[in-house]
């Protein structure tokens, strides 16, 4: 089945309004949520744009690459997207530019995500409208109208994974869920798991707190007749979508991130963490799970009382899971290593004071072979690599600038040497 033009496809018939439930609370929490807390916990829940440069005036003077160890730090050309241009650039460890991608259009559509490919394709999301492709020299080879936003992932069989979103009413709100879409080179539509298809499912395996039905329900309660369960305000009576819609859009899941588990040490023992299985982060309830890779079983979740609004995780060598999390609310981020058998934190990085490295709403980290983290602290436009010692090997601050404030990134990826200069050397770049 093609991919229709227009991503219809994406917009499924409105649903039947969900019943009441009443919410449980984990035996830990400390007291009950007040009515203000969860008003904050519901607009925190609303689907607003991702900034695009710093919210506050920053030193222009410190740009490009501003530490580097050449004996430390991983070697490799770093790979990123402009926030406010139709670009890709691809740098040297030194900051220099040795190539970019550039393909704008009238709408001046941004790119959220790209991947170079070994023959130094790109493909990249032009969010909530295409994906599309393009050779070494950015002439186009396709377009696939998909809302895909956040993640590209190509598959060694040439297929693609991304994030896409559908747009519902639920409790008389209108609320995206996320969809995991899978298509081929042709823009053949393989496969869709949609968050709200499976909503059930994901609220047996996971924690609901920070659902929006659990916030809905702890509002209403007092609003609701004991006797005959129906709402006796008129507030209830939206909750409850009896009245007419809310006009904002409301994001459950927000999903950041599918990655394919590796190769590992784990999966020998335990299924959960077979190779070819997608890990994802379910950012607006603090979790990240593991689906299985042909019928997107739920088999792990963890994260709600651990996690503040995360991003990127990823399984490392020794089978552990890095976790980039933000701390929106906790106002510092930090990296952790995750034991997915003992849930376990085997290493975490924290900056010193905590609140030097904080981007609440953008990030990504990557471990190397040789042990360091790359880590990009998106809010801030800056990326650093850091030894298992949390000491910072290379650092990098986006020189692009907009007035006073400094362009964002969303995430910087680093590409290895021998897939990069054979390209070069084939042109004479290098």
Known sequence: MRLPDGIRWGFMVLAAVLAFTPVAYAENDKAKPT???????????????????????????????????????????NLYCGRLSAEVFLLDMTGDLVHRWTYPDENMRVWNQ????????????????????LDWDSNLLWSIPVPAHHEIVPMPDGTYYTIAREIHIHRGLRVRFPSIVRFSDDGDLLER???YEHLDEIKRKFDQRSFIDAILDSLLEGEIDPVTWEPTTKRAKMLKGEIDVWPLRYDQFHFNTITVLPPNPLEAEDARFERGNLLICFRNVNQIAILKKDTKEILWVWGEGHLDWPHHPTMVQDGNILVFDNGTKRKYTRLLELN????????????????????????SAHRFPNGNTLACEGDMGRTFEITRDGEIVWEWVNPAMRGKRREQLYRMDRLEPGVVEPLLDRRGLK
């Open 193 to 195: 798991w949609s968050t």
């Open 114 to 133: 790209a991947v170079m490919l070994e023959n130094g394709d790109l493909i990249a999301i032009r969010k909530f409208h295409d994906v599309i492709r």
């Open 35 to 77: 009515d203000l807390d969860l008003k904050k916990r519901l607009r925190a829940l609303r689907s607003l744009p991702y900034t695009s440069v710093t919210s506050t005036d920053v030193d222009s003077t410190r740009s490009g690459v501003t530490a580097y160890e050449t004996a430390r730090a991983y070697p490799g050309y």
């Open 340 to 363: 997915p058998v003992t849930l376990e934190v085997e290493w975490e990085y924290v900056a010193d004071p905590a609140e030097d490295f904080f981007t609440p709403e953008k990030g």
